[in-house]
T-cell receptor, first 113, second 115 residues
Framework: RKEVEQDPGPFNVPEGATVAFNCTYSNSASQSFFWYRQDCRKEPKLLMSVYSSGNEDGRFTAQLNRASQYISLLIRDSKLSDSATYLCVVNPSYGGATNKLIFGTGTLLAVQP | DTAVSQTPKYLVTQMGNDKSIKCEQNLGHDTMYWYKQDSKKFLKIMFSYNNKELIINETVPNRFSPKSPDKAHLNLHINSLELGDSAVYFC??????????????FGNGTRLTVT
């Protein structure tokens, strides 16, 4: 089992749609979770951290389910500019290794006009 | 006023050559990293330095040698380049070494092509 798994997509959605991505992680001791966004041929950029109680930033909502070891990202009212690859990122924090962030392979979102 | 800058942006070279990629961050962060993103877009950590000290060294061929002259710089030297080294190499930095408050800030990448 991969340490971090995501559906690669692509997710093709119309503007204004609501879309959700899920991500599962294998190490139950993982402590920190993030969603990054990567545009084509660009560097990854932090979209949002994921907190245990769930958190929201505008149209974006992140949830963490520790019991089932999955993280989700919900995007409401999709915009054309949301088209990108969304990377699920986990810090397993095991064996003394610090900030060894593990990246999923990403989910490609294409928002259509 | 770029936060994390790496050079060069593109690097095309022949097998067997030696090349270096430079990275600098002006965020005052303590920790810097090298990540490799292969053709399948999989982003994998190679090295991490905290205050010039190596703290993460993944299973990377010893042809790859990182050097951190100070905490704001982390360079990557690659000896005897191979075709399989072709990838995008990202430098990154973070404040601290772990936790939700230590997200990574990436440079814009160096696209290495070995012919």
């Amino acid at each position: 089992r991969k340490e971090v798994e995501q559906d690669p997509g692509p997710f093709n959605v119309p503007e204004g749609a609501t879309v959700a991505f899920n991500c599962t992680y294998s190490n139950s001791a993982s402590q920190s979770f993030f969603w990054y966004r990567q545009d084509c041929r660009k560097e990854p950029k932090l979209l949002m951290s994921v907190y245990s109680s769930g958190n929201e930033d505008g149209r974006f909502t992140a949830q963490l389910n520790r019991a089932s070891q999955y993280i989700s990202l919900l995007i409401r009212d999709s915009k054309l500019s949301d088209s990108a690859t969304y990377l699920c990122v986990v810090n397993p924090s095991y064996g003394g290794a610090t900030n060894k962030l593990i990246f999923g392979t990403g989910t490609l979102l294409a928002v259509q006009p | 006023d770029t936060a994390v800058s790496q050079t060069p942006k593109y690097l095309v070279t022949q097998m067997g050559n030696d090349k270096s990629i430079k990275c600098e961050q002006n965020l005052g962060h303590d920790t810097m990293y090298w990540y490799k993103q292969d053709s399948k877009k999989f982003l994998k950590i190679m090295f991490s330095y905290n205050n010039k000290e190596l703290i993460i060294n993944e299973t990377v061929p010893n042809r790859f040698s990182p050097k951190s002259p100070d905490k704001a710089h982390l360079n990557l030297h690659i000896n005897s380049l191979e075709l399989g080294d072709s990838a995008v190499y990202f430098c990154a930095s973070s404040q601290g070494t772990g936790g939700t408050n230590s997200p990574l800030h990436f440079g814009n990448g160096t696209r290495l092509t070995v012919t």
